[in-house]
């Protein structure tokens, strides 16, 4: 199994002036590609462990070998939850979602309104580093729920549809430790037709 950075899907300097070009910059070539090279010599440790896809880790955590375990985890998690983020974004977003997405936010939460309330405060009361998502429970519901480091909904069976990174890294040097600010200027870039494609891909 090969792991490889994907290409961002625009330009560093598109979410501008919401996420500055730098940041993105030094988000996607440092800290997602470290990820990714921190995952490939875990897994060159035990070259009988053999996955299919990183998802196939996530979701079968219990299964990887105990001694790279926890690297799998932290890098697997950070790879695959990266590679989400980056399209989930985009220049001149924002917005309402529309469709299925939208429909289920209503029936879930209530309103749109409601939700995004509720997954600020998530993403608000993360301590330390994580991430806050927008999960399909087994249920057929959404829920929101903020997780550490770089856990993944998959290893909780849930499918993650759309996440917020509130690692400092993610948004320090425009924000510093102003991390509400962030969360409010991240909803101007949201990739709403992605996050319904999202959702599409798990239910049909």
């Known amino acids: ?12 300097g598109a979410l501008e002036p919401y996420i500055d070009a730098r940041t993105m910059e030094i988000h996607h070539d440092k800290h997602h590609l470290a990820y990714i090279e921190n995952l490939i010599k875990a897994l060159d440790t035990c070259p009988e462990f053999q996955p299919t ?14 001694d790279i375990r926890e690297a799998v985890r932290n890098n697997g998690g950070g790879h695959y939850n990266h590679s989400l983020f980056w399209k989930i974004m985009k220049k ?5 979602p529309n469709g299925l997405v939208a429909d289920l936010i209503n029936k879930s939460f209530g309103s749109f309104d409601d939700f995004q309330s509720q997954f600020n405060a998530q993403a608000k009361k ?20 903020g997780l550490p480091n770089q856990d993944s909904p998959l290893t ?11 690692w400092e890294h993610a948004y320090y040097l425009k924000y510093q430790n102003k991390r509400p600010d962030y969360i409010s200027a991240w909803w101007h870039v949201i990739n709403w037709d992605q996050v319904e494609e999202n959702y599409r891909a798990i239910i049909e």
């Open 126 to 145: 993360v301590f330390g580093s994580g991430w806050a998502w927008l999960s399909l429970h087994k249920s057929g519901k959404l829920v929101i729920t």
């Open 156 to 166: 909780y069976d849930e499918q993650p549809i759309l996440g917020l990174d509130v």
């Open 53 to 66: 896809s990183v998802e196939s880790l996530l979701i079968n955590l219990a299964n990887v070998p105990s």
């Open 92 to 96: 001149n977003g924002g917005g309402k």
């Open 1 to 12: 199994m090969k792991f490889v950075l994907p290409a961002l899907p625009y330009d560093y």
